[in-house]
């Protein structure tokens, strides 16, 4: 054990500035739309600062922004992990599910999917969804406790945690469900809401 105002201070590394250019966005975005889904069912690139480290490789420290790609009639399998997420739409329309919530987005809205909520992404439109994902899944990562599952499964063992929660004898400690109940909203965000966004992608 060590006192903390014993512990000398220990300099802090500051990313240099990264810019994203709308063209390369836009151009990985055409990109994941041409390949087959990845082994998890989904289109997915994650923008990497070149000062990142493994593990935990992120925009900025601690937090990742990932483009993701939905084709016309696709649909994502469920997943839970226990890193909370903002997502932000840029292109089409899509329905977003998490827990009990069911929302339908388009561009510009914004929407938080908290953690080790089982969440999945469907597009019933005739253009691409494309949604900015960001989370703390890098922080989680270096501290090695990064919690990812995924497939259809996960919804039937939630289903039978909750039946057996409910089942539970009145003198006995009731088992709660492994994800909670609190509401995922979803916010059509006026530009002004979202200048610095907005702003950027309009302008590249």
């Given at each position: 054990?060590?006192?903390?105002?014993?512990?000398?201070?220990?300099?802090?590394?500051?990313?240099?500035?990264?810019?994203?250019?709308?063209?390369?966005?836009?151009?990985?975005?055409?990109?994941?739309?041409?390949?087959?889904?990845g082994?998890?069912?989904?289109?997915?690139?994650?923008?990497?600062?070149?000062?990142?480290?493994?593990?935990?490789?992120?925009?900025?420290?601690?937090?990742?922004?990932?483009?993701?790609?939905?084709?016309?009639?696709e649909?994502?399998?469920?997943?839970?992990?226990?890193?909370?997420?903002?997502?932000?739409?840029?292109?089409?329309?899509?329905?977003?599910?998490?827990?009990?919530?069911?929302?339908?987005?388009g561009?510009?809205?914004?929407?938080?999917?908290?953690?080790?909520?089982?969440?999945?992404?469907?597009?019933?439109?005739?253009?691409?969804?494309?949604?900015?994902?960001?989370s703390n899944?890098?922080?989680?990562?270096?501290?090695?406790?990064?919690?990812?599952?995924?497939?259809?499964?996960?919804?039937?063992?939630?289903?039978?945690?909750?039946?057996?929660?409910?089942?539970?004898?009145?003198?006995?400690?009731?088992?709660?469900?492994?994800?909670?109940?609190?509401?995922?909203?979803?916010?059509?965000?006026?530009d002004?809401?979202?200048?610095?966004?907005?702003?950027?992608?309009?302008?590249?």
């Open positions: 054990m060590r006192r903390t105002d014993e512990t000398p201070a220990q300099g802090m590394t500051v990313w240099k500035p990264l810019h994203v250019p709308r063209a390369a966005i836009e151009a990985e975005i055409e990109r994941l739309a041409q390949e087959p889904p082994r998890d069912g989904r289109r997915a690139s994650v923008i990497v600062h070149p000062e990142a480290t493994a593990p935990g490789l992120g925009l900025s420290p601690g937090v990742d922004v990932t483009i993701n790609v939905l084709k016309p009639g649909a994502t399998p469920p997943m839970r992990r226990n890193a909370n997420q903002i997502e932000f739409c840029i292109r089409g329309r899509g329905i977003v599910t998490a827990g009990e919530q069911t929302a339908e987005v561009r510009w809205d914004t929407w938080n999917i908290p953690s080790m909520r089982i969440y999945a992404h469907e597009n019933r439109s005739d253009d691409l969804f494309v949604r900015l994902s960001y899944a890098p922080l989680l990562e270096k501290l090695g406790i990064h919690f990812v599952e995924a497939g259809a499964q996960i919804r039937s063992q939630e289903r039978a945690a909750a039946g057996m929660a409910q089942a539970a004898p009145a003198n006995s400690p009731a088992r709660a469900p492994p994800t909670s109940r609190s509401p995922m909203p979803a916010h059509a965000c006026a002004t809401n979202i200048w610095s966004i907005s702003r950027w992608w309009r302008t590249g």
